[in-house]
T-cell receptor, first 113, second 115 residues
Framework: KNQVEQSPQSLIILEGKNCTLQCNYTVSPFSNLRWYKQDTGRGPVSLTIMTFSENTKSNGRYTATLDADTKQSSLHITASQLSDSASYICVVIPIYGNNRLAFGKGNQVVVIP | NAGVTQTPKFRVLKTGQSMTLLCAQDMNHEYMYWYRQDPGMGLRLIHYSVGEGTTAKGEVPDGYNVSRLKKQNFLLGLESAAPSQTSVYFC??????????????FGPGTRLTVL
């Protein structure tokens, strides 16, 4: 069973609208949780990082939240732009064996004009 | 994908052929990783290295070999390619734990098709 589950698998949103992506994980204990953005045909690029004690982290129009009690994280995109079309990957880094990251399958976001 | 390059970008192989993928970095990071990414699946770790001359198995190492003869290069080899190895391969690098950010920086990927 995958240790990181993301939803929705894919979504289409209108330019200028907001959206929220969900990540549920079972990895425990973990040191931090990252959200990566992967453009088509490119490698993933880190957007945000949160330690287990942090609740929220922003990077421009991207805001990530973390609830370590319920083992849930979300990524909120505000005022979406066409360049936000990408796959967003939730990654959990375990404390033990921190070379073996737990990757979600990604949320595929398509922004249309 | 600053500082991490992968060669080649695309490759088509026939079943049974061999090839080597090269990952090169100019960020002087100790840790290097090889992943594969398949449709509908998360990135999976093939092999990794925590320093020059070291390698270790990841989640899906079968059918692959690696070498880290120089700190800046990490090679991924397929001795006898199989169609199941059709995938996009990503290299990533990271600082030694405790020496700064734990972020993994990814290369641009190599798209491999095995016929």
């Amino acid at each position: 069973k995958n240790q990181v589950e993301q939803s929705p698998q894919s979504l289409i949103i209108l330019e200028g609208k907001n959206c929220t992506l969900q990540c549920n994980y079972t990895v425990s204990p973990f040191s931090n949780l990252r959200w990566y953005k992967q453009d088509t045909g490119r490698g993933p690029v880190s957007l945000t990082i949160m330690t287990f004690s942090e609740n929220t982290k922003s990077n421009g129009r991207y805001t990530a939240t973390l609830d370590a009690d319920t083992k849930q994280s979300s990524l909120h995109i505000t005022a979406s732009q066409l360049s936000d079309s990408a796959s967003y990957i939730c990654v959990v880094i375990p404390i033990y064996g921190n070379n073996r990251l737990a990757f979600g399958k990604g949320n595929q976001v398509v922004v249309i004009p | 994908n600053a500082g991490v390059t992968q060669t080649p970008k695309f490759r088509v192989l026939k079943t049974g052929q061999s090839m080597t993928l090269l990952c090169a970095q100019d960020m002087n990071h100790e840790y290097m990783y090889w992943y594969r990414q398949d449709p509908g699946m998360g990135l999976r770790l093939i092999h990794y290295s925590v320093g020059e001359g070291t390698t270790a198995k990841g989640e899906v190492p079968d059918g692959y070999n690696v070498s880290r003869l120089k700190k800046q290069n990490f090679l991924l080899g397929l001795e006898s390619a199989a169609p199941s190895q059709t995938s996009v391969y990503f290299c990533a690098i990271r600082r030694t734990p405790g020496q700064g950010s734990s972020e993994q920086f990814f290369g641009p990927g190599t798209r491999l098709t095995v016929l």
